[in-house]
């Protein structure tokens, strides 16, 4: 039986999202772009353990791709957040030198860079626009959450009496967001794997 070469794994399909593919390549291409967003140079291939979560993301982002209305440039807003992140990552490498031996590493150029974080900041955009407006907790809701979590949670770590409710009511209105909106957007990616036939190949 003859062993598959290097450029045959590869290139050998992983997933399919409908009628578009996911190569092993585009898999280890999106490992190393999470790496130097970590301020990590990119190299070598990801465990079969992060392997799939690589996956799981990259799908994830496909599906949502799709559901960007159009395909227009990113909001002012949207490209300072993108520049933004890109300059927190320089700041993660100890010098310039590394920064730039670590984009050579990638592949990539810096308006590259910028254009996949843009589309980041356009999916983010959108998932906030459909998911918050539902995601927001009745006065309840917080009262809960300030009685039952915050309080034994801040017993925890400090000593003394817990802040007022009304202090960290904005606070705990966040958080609560944060998770409900988590809840619907793994609902929602739920919903698309079905109706975009998302199938995992077994290589």
Same mark, same amino acid.
């Given at each position: 039986?003859?062993?598959?070469?290097?450029?045959?794994?590869?290139?050998?399909?992983?997933?399919?999202?409908?009628? &578009?593919?996911?190569? $092993?390549?585009?898999?280890?291409?999106?490992?190393?772009?999470?790496?130097?967003?970590?301020? @990590?140079?990119?190299?070598?291939?990801?465990?079969?353990?992060?392997?799939?979560?690589?996956?799981?993301?990259?799908?994830? $982002?496909?599906?949502?791709?799709?559901?960007?209305?159009?395909?227009?440039?990113?909001?002012?807003?949207?490209?300072?957040?993108?520049? &933004?992140?890109?300059?927190?990552?320089?700041?993660?490498?100890?010098?310039?030198?590394?920064?730039?031996?670590?984009? $050579?590493?990638?592949?990539?150029?810096?308006?590259?860079?910028?254009?996949?974080?843009?589309?980041?900041?356009?999916?983010?955009?959108?998932?906030?626009?459909?998911?918050?407006?539902?995601?927001?907790?009745?006065?309840?809701?917080?009262? &809960?959450?300030?009685?039952?979590?915050?309080?034994?949670?801040?017993? @925890?770590?400090?000593?003394?009496?817990?802040?007022?409710?009304?202090?960290?009511? @904005?606070?705990?209105?966040?958080?609560?967001?944060?998770?409900?909106?988590?809840?619907?957007? &793994?609902?929602?990616?739920?919903?698309?794997?079905?109706?975009?036939?998302?199938?995992?190949?077994?290589?």
């Amino acid at each position: 039986m003859a062993v598959p070469t290097r450029a045959e794994t590869l290139n050998s399909v992983v997933a399919s999202v409908g009628d &578009d593919a996911i190569t $092993q390549r585009d898999v280890i291409e999106q490992y190393h772009f999470e790496r130097f967003l970590e301020g @990590k140079t990119p190299a070598g291939a990801p465990s079969p353990e992060e392997n799939q979560g690589v996956l799981s993301r990259l799908i994830s $982002q496909r599906l949502l791709a799709e559901q960007l209305q159009r395909p227009g440039r990113t909001s002012k807003n949207g490209a300072n957040n993108a520049e &933004d992140t890109l300059k927190t990552v320089r700041e993660k490498f100890p010098d310039q030198a590394t920064y730039r031996a670590a984009l $050579q590493s990638l592949g990539m150029t810096e308006p590259q860079v910028l254009e996949r974080l843009e589309l980041y900041e356009r999916t983010l955009q959108m998932i906030n626009n459909r998911l918050r407006p539902v995601a927001l907790p009745d006065p309840a809701e917080v009262e &809960d959450y300030y009685k039952n979590t915050f309080v034994s949670e801040y017993a @925890k770590e400090h000593a003394g009496p817990p802040p007022p409710l009304d202090n960290i009511r @904005k606070q705990i209105r966040e958080i609560l967001v944060q998770k409900k909106m988590n809840e619907l957007l &793994d609902s929602w990616l739920d919903r698309l794997k079905s109706a975009h036939r998302v199938t995992i190949h077994e290589n």
